[in-house]
């Protein structure tokens, strides 16, 4: 039986920085294990930005994007009208950045100074910008003529990209959206007109105001972790790529990992044994791995009849999420995106524009710009903004047959924090996902005050011509209670789920900063987006791929400790 030096479980964005780095020295055997398909990134419906609408939509699982979706649940949950909230994730090489919508924020420099303050010493803003930059190929720095098809030139050129703050070499090529539609310019137009500031860089010094989002593209085509980190080196001798298997258990020998058990596609079961075992998994599946193989809480173990290895409570709990609700309008003019029978000779016209120029409506994902504004009045944004050009997004592809427009709105720190468990010792089984939204401290205010703002840029005059109905929450939702309802009714997650395994120092911290290894054990690592402490305020993707870059580093500095 082959033994590896390294095992990697999940090949998603985490795990696919950790197999191309692991593996630059030709000397260290890596093992990446992945339970969906290998080879994702030429496919078109991967490589088309607005297929992203397709992969959450029932309706449209004829295109073939249903293949790249796992999908959770969570309980019934009490602050949401004991709703069940769906919860999808992205299955097959690449894990989410398969099927996300590419937008690229890393957050604020208060958000991983709080790691730091938390325990997560050496995880401070400081300390992760050289890896921010190391991740990056910043196309408008490589190429001056990049943005000027974008509109606010004025603007843009009053605050220069700072070279400072990005890298022009990495694996993740980073560029604004390249065909633009024109209803984002009466955005941008409303948004000062609401006074507000224009920001030329959400991923510079400071992270508030409006302005365009840069985004996981190249050449119009979606960047995926596989095509960034595992294509150009898969033909590496000391790579072997697993997919097809689930895992089902990592091997302990006492404290010590020593494998991992998997079954395939056909339920056949079989083991690949590493000396190092790294979870990457992402926020679901780790934990629930963990909990699998007896590390985590003890009274929880012994509930299932699961052997303890170790006694760890923090495993599963600390489950943080970004919770998202839309602002919905008709359109009177037909600039908005959608496929009307009015619409279809643009249509044709976008498809071949695709297909010719990789430009137009099918190399957008619709939301080419937002915001980050401050609902307190304190400078620190705790909302963010999504403006898309199209009524249909992943939480609503009916919406495409209707011209209109959306503002999503985001609460970037809520203060709700769930916990995942087991259903049963059966590790086919989903586990138990709860978030307790609007729970205990938590409230509405935040998204309630989000919305006010949006009908605040909606109703400047640049929308006057496009403005119709507001389908949702309705005009007639106009005081808090009415907005509280209409948040409980149909709030979601931007499924940025995080915090399941959180590195620290503290008894319900999970893994250990300096090395990601799990506290108590011994040869098991977890590296993804369930070890941050608090979730950051932006899409998760940047930070994931950051401190998989970090975490690179510090086991390949272990590795050199161990062997010196």
């Known amino acids: 039986m082959d ?3 390294y095992v990697i479980v999940g090949a998603g964005a985490a795990g696919c920085v950790l197999a191309n780095r692991l593996s630059e020295d030709p000397d260290v055997r890596v093992a990446l294990i992945e339970s969906g398909s290998d080879r994702n990134s030429r496919k078109a419906i991967i490589r088309m930005p607005l ?66 303050d938390l325990g997560a010493f050496g995880w401070g803003y400081d300390d992760l910008l050289p890896y921010f930059r190391k991740v990056e190929r910043f196309e408008p720095l490589l190429d001056k ?24 070499s990495g694996q993740i090529n980073l560029a604004h959206i390249r065909s633009v539609n024109p209803l984002t310019l009466a955005f941008l137009k409303s948004a000062k007109l609401a006074g507000y ?33 595992i294509n150009p080196i898969r033909d590496r001798a000391n790579l072997t790529i697993l997919s097809g298997r689930k895992a ?34 992402g926020s679901f599946v780790s934990p629930h791995l963990l909990l699998l193989s007896g590390i985590g809480d003890k009274d929880q173990l012994a509930e299932h009849g699961i052997p303890l290895v170790h006694d760890l409570p923090g495993v599963g709990e600390n489950l943080q999420d970004h919770l998202d609700v839309s602002v919905e309008y008709l359109s009177k003019s037909r600039v908005p995106y959608a496929a009307s029978l009015r619409a279809l000779p643009q249509n044709i016209a976008h498809v071949a524009n695709w297909i010719f120029r990789r430009r137009g409506l099918f190399a957008s994902t619709t939301a080419d710009g937002g915001a980050f504004l401050s609902t307190k009045g304190d400078g620190r944004p705790d909302i963010q903004l999504f403006f898309c050009t199209a009524i249909a997004n992943t939480q609503n592809a009916k919406g495409f047959s209707a011209h209109g427009f959306i503002m999503h709105v985001c609460q970037l ?32 205010q935040a998204l309630r005050d989000g919305i006010r703002i949006s009908r605040k840029i909606i109703d400047q005059a640049p929308f006057a011509p496009h403005k119709d109905v507001e389908l949702s929450p309705g005009m007639d939702a106009t005081d808090d209670e009415a907005l509280d309802a ?27 900063p300096g090395s990601m290894r799990v506290h108590g054990t011994s040869g098991l690592r977890v590296v993804d987006a369930s070890v941050m402490p608090k979730i950051v305020s932006g899409n998760t993707v940047a930070a994931t791929y950051c401190l998989a870059e970090k975490a690179a580093d510090l086991i390949k500095g272990n590795r050199r400790s161990a062997v010196e």
């Not at 992270?207 to 593209?217: E, I, K, L, N, P």
Request: glycine share 12%; hydrophobic share 35%.
């Open 413 to 444: 720190r809520p203060d709700s924090i769930g916990r995942l468990k087991l259903k049963n010792a059966d590790p086919l089984e989903k586990p138990l996902i709860k978030y307790n939204f609007f729970q205990g401290k938590s409230t509405t």
């Open 51 to 116: 297929a992203m609408v397709t992969f959450m939509a029932p309706a449209l699982a004829f295109l073939g994007g249903a293949k790249f979706m796992d999908w959770f649940k969570t309980e019934p949950e009490e602050g949401v009208d004991n709703r069940e909230i769906d919860l999808p994730r992205g299955h097959g090489t690449g894990g989410c950045t398969l099927v996300n919508g590419q937008i690229f924020i890393r957050g604020q420099r208060e958000d991983y100074d709080e790691w730091r």
């Open 197 to 229: 500031r224009f920001n030329s860089d959400f991923n510079g010094p400071r992270q508030d105001g409006y302005g365009f989002y840069t985004f996981t593209q190249s050449n119009g085509e979606r960047v995926t972790a596989e095509s960034a980190y």
């Open 248 to 281: 089902t258990k990592v091997i302990m020998n006492g404290k010590r990992a020593e494998g991992v058990v998997w079954q395939d596609n056909d339920g056949v079961t079989g083991e690949t044994r590493g000396a190092e075992i790294i979870l990457s998994a």
């Open 145 to 168: 003529a990049a943005d000027s098809h974008l509109p606010a030139k004025a603007e843009r050129d009053a605050q220069p990209i700072d070279p400072a703050y990005h890298g022009t």
């Open 3 to 5: 033994k590896f030096d």
């Open 486 to 512: 209409f948040i409980r009714k149909n709030v979601g997650t931007l499924f940025h789920p995080v915090g399941t395994c959180a590195m620290g120092a503290g008894p319900m911290a999970v893994v250990d």
